[in-house]
């Protein structure tokens, strides 16, 4: 651990024979994000990353790493490099330019999708840190880290930062059994994401036929679970390349029966009306399949599918809710930031830690025990609870907000400005 801990090939000699003169590279960030292509979350991790570190250090200029430019950006300071061998002497030459590498945030360092994810995060970060001697973990998501090999390869990674900052209390617990280094806790980025317009998020909204005349809203934002197997071939692959059997589908089904009994008494015994918000709708992933599955599963006609593909926009359609169901994080984490009500079904730890800074644990179900133990009747109290109370987390969602620009404000002054 300590030989991991003080050195990953320092090659300083080498950064500063190819690095450019230091006025031609000012204030230049790479940062190696999630999937910012189809996920919704992270992309509201690097919009939002991006965006509050301009306001901290105007004339800052970003680097990511991703298959598109289209993202609907309104930032003119972002390059987009590709992903793979493509990208990969564009990605060493942005490595070599920057002053610092942020990795993350968003939930990388975890193994519940493969046995391969954390050796390419460990291998990825050790081959960055031969070109840029300053990487930061940025609000990471860690864990779960189930498999030794798995922590081998986390302690790796964290060995290549300068600083570790890990989102959320059950992150903190994870990353402390991998790194003998000062951990802190930074929010997720996105509560901190500009918001988009209102009234084109209301128009949107009617558009679609959703009333806007003080009837309850309640958003859901469903994901197929239940397919991830012990396995080095990540799902994305399996899925597009047809790899191997994709399991699950039987307890999923049942998850899309339980969660429509639940929205149909919703709207029935409590006059709500449902807006489904998918949130990753990328082929493998294909929340909107699991959203119109589950329409297809409810007997109520109070009902629809809005599919909004950035994150500003989900945000401000977001906010005209009454509550947010999410069985994606990212929904739950920006409809909160607009003072919305929350419950999550979740699927692993980082609910339980996002929530627990909120005060509001006692508002998830565990989705195996949602199917298992058929908790419809559950569901339905928290969602009523819900649209009874105001959120009771406002103050402390200040307080995390906080938290996040304190932390930007460190990076800048140490590493940018």
């Known amino acids: 651990m300590q030989v991991w801990e003080k050195h990953v090939f320092p090659l300083e000699g080498l950064r500063a024979r190819i690095r450019p003169p230091v006025d031609e590279m ?23 990353t991006c965006e509050n570190l301009t306001a901290a250090a105007p004339g800052v200029s970003f680097t ?74 940025y609000s990471l998501g860690v ?27 059950e992150a903190m617990k994870t990353a402390r059994a991998t790194t003998g ?34 009837t309850p809203l309640i958003g859901v934002a469903a994901r ?9 071939i990540p799902h994305m692959y399996a899925a597009k390349y047809h790899l191997r059997k994709i399991p699950g589908r039987e307890k999923c089904q049942a998850f899309s029966r339980l969660l429509a009994r639940a929205l149909d008494r919703m709207a029935t015994e409590h006059g709500a009306f ?39 926009m989900y945000k401000a359609v977001a906010g005209h809710l009454d509550v947010m169901l999410g069985a994606r994080m990212h929904p739950a984490i920006l409809a909160a930031s607009e003072g919305i009500g929350i419950v999550g079904i979740s699927y692993n730890q980082k609910f339980k ?7 509001i644990q006692d508002r998830l179900i565990d989705v195996r025990d949602f199917v298992d133990r058929e908790m419809v009747d559950e569901l339905v ?19 995390m907000r906080r938290e996040i620009h304190e932390f930007n404000r460190s990076i800048v002054q140490e590493y940018i400005k």
């Open 26 to 48: 000012a204030k230049k960030v790479l940062i190696l994000t999630g999937d910012i292509d189809g996920n919704l979350g992270d992309n509201a991790i690097a919009w939002s």
């Open 64 to 137: 990511l790493v991703s298959d598109t430019d289209s993202f609907g950006w309104d930032l003119k300071n972002v390059t987009i490099i590709p992903r793979g061998i493509k990208g990969l002497f564009q990605l060493v030459r942005k490595a070599v330019e920057s002053d610092v590498v942020l990795c993350g945030g968003g939930g990388l360092f975890q193994d519940d999708d493969s046995r391969i994810k954390m050796p390419y995060w460990a291998l990825r970060l050790e081959f960055v840190r031969l070109f840029c001697g300053k990487i930061v973990g």
């Open 143 to 169: 864990g779960p880290l189930r498999r030794p090999s798995s922590r081998l390869f986390a302690r790796m990674s964290f060995a290549c930062m300068e600083r570790v900052s890990v989102r959320d209390p």
């Open 181 to 214: 280094k000062r951990i802190s806790i930074v929010p997720d980025p996105a509560l901190i994401l500009g918001n988009g317009s209102r009234p084109q998020a209301r128009s949107i909204l009617e558009t679609h036929g959703v009333p806007m005349d003080g």
């Open 224 to 232: 197929k679970w239940f397919h991830h197997v012990d396995s080095f």
């Open 274 to 312: 449902i807006v489904f918000m998918p949130s990753y709708n990328s082929s493998h992933e294909a929340d909107d399949q699991m959203c119109r599955e589950t329409m297809e599963n409810m007997v109520s006609g109070d009902k629809r599918l809005l599919c909004v593909d950035t994150p500003k």
């Open 353 to 359: 830690g996002f929530f627990q800074m909120l005060g």
């Open 381 to 399: 109290s928290l969602l009523v609870t819900s649209l009874k109370e105001e959120p009771p987390y406002l103050n402390r969602m200040n307080q």
